[in-house]
């Protein structure tokens, strides 16, 4: 992979708002620091993403010291949410897994209600070490994930999208590309490799931390709206049903798992420690 390096890095303090660019992160075992670590649940306890929600696209949430946030979205006030203190938690489904969570304060649910226009509850993962497994299918013991759609980091590549963008404006969806890399919500972007050269992946090293890769990342109606704006389209969908449909499912990016811990940075080495025999599996979105 030569001069493989790291791009950008990138978290999402709630699952579903716009992320927020790092020069570093801390890697933790359920994903990086300060990722996913709260999420927006509906009245019956499901949790609520941009496939039902679009306009958290345009929804921020800049992490403060000690874990709390600052929200802010179009036409209103921003509002400042500490970690909640420990308290009985609820109940909440995550794409069909039970995971118990601690409720923020009663004015960020009423602030983060009044932007979408109907009733949620943001809720914080207090205990990321035990509240919620990875896919069994997929994970080593003990290993778990925060309120990401199922894998602790997501990455792509730079030249896998620029690839994809190339098939974009051959076919019928040429007027929206070329799409940017924060369609595919990834934590980290990896530039210097070959198009969907991550396809063969199992075992990374980004600066001195390995990461396993547990599977492809299977895209879904998120990867369509416009990361500003909400607005959706059709790419990149249509074009990866035409070049990327592996096992039924539409691929672009890998789910990785932290193996050791560390800090990785922009700039940092990216190293392919093993390589799979074959072809790209099916993949949970993320």
């Not at 791009?7 to 801390?26: D, G, M, T, Y």
């Not at 069994?136 to 590549?157: H, I, M, N």
Request: net charge neutral; with cysteine.
């Amino acid at each position: 992979m030569g001069n493989a390096a790291v791009q950008s890095i990138h978290v999402h303090p709630v699952k579903a708002f716009r992320a927020v660019s790092l020069e570093e992160a801390l890697v933790e075992p359920w994903g990086l620091a300060g990722d996913r670590r709260w999420a927006l649940i509906d009245d019956g306890g499901k949790v609520v993403t941009q496939r039902e929600q679009p306009h958290l696209a345009s929804a921020a949430a800049e992490p403060l010291a000690g874990g709390g946030l600052r929200l802010s979205a179009p036409g209103r006030a921003p509002l400042t949410v500490q970690v909640p203190l420990p308290a009985e938690t609820v109940p909440m489904t995550v794409f069909g897994t039970k995971v118990e969570a601690v409720p923020a304060a009663a004015a960020a649910h009423a602030w983060c209600s009044a932007y979408l226009g109907t009733g949620v509850r943001l809720v914080h993962m207090d205990d990321p070490a035990t509240r919620r497994p990875v896919d069994p299918a997929y994970a080593l013991p003990g290993e778990t994930v925060s309120f990401a759609d199922g894998y602790p980091v997501l990455v792509t590549t730079v030249a896998s999208l620029d690839a994809l963008n190339s098939l974009i404006t051959e076919g019928p969806g040429a007027a929206e590309g070329p799409l940017p890399m924060n369609r595919f919500r990834p934590n980290v972007v990896v530039a210097g490799t070959e198009p969907w050269a991550e396809d063969d992946w199992t075992r990374i090293a980004v600066g001195e931390v390995v990461f396993r890769v547990a599977r492809p990342c299977a895209r879904c109606v998120v990867t369509t709206t416009d990361q500003t704006t909400g607005v959706r389209g059709r790419e990149p969908l249509q074009t990866l049903a035409r070049h990327r449909r592996i096992t039924g499912k539409l691929l672009f990016g890998q789910c990785l798992v932290p193996l050791s811990p560390g800090t990785i940075a922009v700039g940092d080495p990216v190293r392919v420690l093993d390589r799979a025999v074959g072809g790209p599996g099916a993949a949970d979105g993320h």
